[in-house]
């Protein structure tokens, strides 16, 4: 459990985390892996959300697991981008949050993923947190704990 004073600076910067829905780069799952590959080489991020046509949320593409498709015994072959949709091989097995979503959670799962998928009660895709936007408010925290609260040491015990 977060200590109250921390739980309640990083709660000040609650609104920052959530980077909106209609910002974020993303592709459909029906999409041929040839525009995802464009897709993902235009935006220059490593991962990006894969939804339904009703903007559920069902996953993540990565432009390895593109690339991985390519491989042939010979070399690279990119005409079978076409031949494959990004549901074929996107990463469905990945931690989400809903909304509304605790910070202890949030702290907990970004520890291994760059950025969270969130998603409200329908599994409707809202947006991400991303792990550069929390550690901008732990850099605030850092810097104005001591601006917001008294810190006194706990007297060590002698055992």
């Known amino acids: 459990m977060l200590s109250k004073p921390v739980e309640e600076m990083l709660n000040k910067r609650r609104d920052k985390f959530l980077i909106p829905a209609e910002i974020v780069a993303n592709v459909q799952e029906t999409n041929n892996l040839d525009h ?18 009703d903007q559920h949320f ?12 390519m ?5 690279i072959d990119p005409s ?19 909304l509304p979503y605790s910070m202890e959670e949030i702290l907990h ?17 809202t947006g991400i947190i991303t792990r550069r936007e929390v550690m901008k408010a732990i850099n605030y925290l850092a810097h104005d ?14 055992n």
Do not use: C
């Not at 069902?58 to 498709?69: N, P, V």
């Not at 996107?90 to 989400?96: A, E, G, H, L």
């Not at 704990?145 to 002698?158: D, G, I, V």
């Open 80 to 98: 079978k981008l076409s031949r494959y949709q990004v549901k074929d091989v996107m990463q469905v097995d990945v931690p989400t949050v809903t």
């Open 36 to 53: 995802a590959f464009l897709v993902l080489t235009k935006v220059k991020y490593a991962k990006i959300p894969v939804l339904d046509s």
């Open 145 to 158: 704990l001591e601006k917001s609260y008294y810190l006194l040491p706990l007297e060590k015990s002698t």
């Open 109 to 125: 799962l970004l520890v291994d993923q760059p950025f969270l998928a969130v998603t409200d009660n329908d599994g409707i895709f």
């Open 58 to 69: 069902k996953g993540l593409l990565s432009l390895a697991m593109i690339t991985d498709t």
């Open 71 to 75: 491989l042939g015994l010979t070399g």
